[in-house]
């Protein structure tokens, strides 16, 4: 009977890790930047409002 190759096993283990780790990280980058450009669309307006003064307050 063959013997386990635990370090082989290990290396695959953090392989693997790795990888999840790596496309988490994207996943979240890219929702971030969605966030980001939808933040700014829905800003526009509001910012353009707050740029004119009103005559209310004399």
């Known amino acids: ?3 386990p ?5 290990k290396h695959q ?3 693997a890790k790795k990888k ?3 496309e988490k990280r994207k996943l979240k ?3 971030k930047l969605q966030q980001d450009a939808e933040g ?4 526009t307006p509001e910012e353009d409002s707050e ?3 009103s005559d209310d307050q004399s």
């Open 20 to 22: 999840k780790k790596e």
């Open 29 to 31: 980058e890219e929702a």
């Open 5 to 9: 190759n635990y370090a082989f096993a």
């Open 51 to 53: 740029d004119q003064p």
């Open 40 to 43: 700014e669309e829905l800003q």
């Open 1 to 3: 009977m063959a013997k």
């Open 13 to 15: 283990r953090d392989v």
